[in-house]
């Protein structure tokens, strides 16, 4: 069976939890994973990878990729240039981008709670009622850890493939009771969606009308993407 590399648990990691995503053509959460938006009569070397200029066509769900040193150079002028198929290459200058596809990632991911805890294939029951929803959490490099360590806020550079988050996740305060929660999942949106992961709790909290609002500490709930 083959393993995950570091660097490619890193990349999904910064990719899809800490703003690696991007949210149209020359639009950028993170130089995590990209170096930028393509830039007029710049050098790019080989590996380096950007996000077309917003006023480049056919943009949607693509990047430009510096494939090997023979298509290093600078960029042109033109910053309205057709972007082709996905695995196409493209002139620019004296630049060779190959056109690659982007990983789809989160923008924002919501914590959740249970009673009775989820699965793999999602299930569980959910808190609801008196006052209960979903904290958002912005996918971004300042909310979620690098691999490296807990509270780090720059690109991913360490080996266990894990993340955490970097600040409170704090639920609204309870107005009626909601029972033993025994989990916490995150999901994809802010209500149904799909369940991204899940923990269970080290110890169920019953949480009653006017208790103080539930909140997991900075670094409280991490999750791996590990072999």
């Given at each position: 069976m083959a393993a995950q590399s570091d660097i490619l648990e890193n990349r999904l990691i910064d990719g899809l939890f800490r703003g690696g995503a991007l949210n149209a053509a020359?639009?950028?959460?993170?130089?995590?994973v990209v170096t930028g938006v393509w830039t007029a009569s710049t050098a790019y070397t080989a590996g380096q990878v950007v996000v077309p200029h917003a006023n480049m066509t056919g943009a949607g769900g693509k990047l430009l990729y510096v494939?090997?040193?023979?298509?290093?150079?600078?960029?042109?002028?033109t910053?309205?240039?057709?972007?082709?198929?996905?695995g196409s290459t493209l002139t620019d200058n004296t630049v060779t981008w190959t056109?690659?596809?982007?990983?789809p990632a989160y923008l924002t991911l919501y914590f959740a709670l249970f009673t009775v805890a989820p699965g793999e294939t999602g299930g569980g029951t959910e808190v609801t009622g008196g006052s209960y929803a979903r904290v958002a959490v912005t996918c971004s490099l300042t909310n979620f850890a690098g691999t490296q360590s807990a509270g780090s806020t720059t690109a991913s550079s360490g080996t266990g493939g894990t993340t955490s988050n970097?600040?409170?996740i704090t639920f609204p305060t309870p107005t009626a009771n909601w029972g033993s929660v025994v989990a916490i999942g995150v999901f994809?949106?802010?209500t149904g969606g799909n369940l991204i992961n899940y923990g269970t709790l080290t110890?169920?909290?019953?949480?009653?009308?006017?208790d103080p609002a539930p909140s997991f500490a900075a670094a409280a709930y991490s999750f791996q993407i590990d072999n």
């Open positions: 020359g639009t950028l959460n993170s130089a995590a494939a090997s040193t023979a298509g290093a150079g600078t960029t042109g002028t910053n309205t240039l057709a972007i082709p198929a996905v056109v690659i596809s982007v990983l970097n600040g409170a994809d949106l802010v110890t169920p909290k019953t949480v009653n009308n006017g």
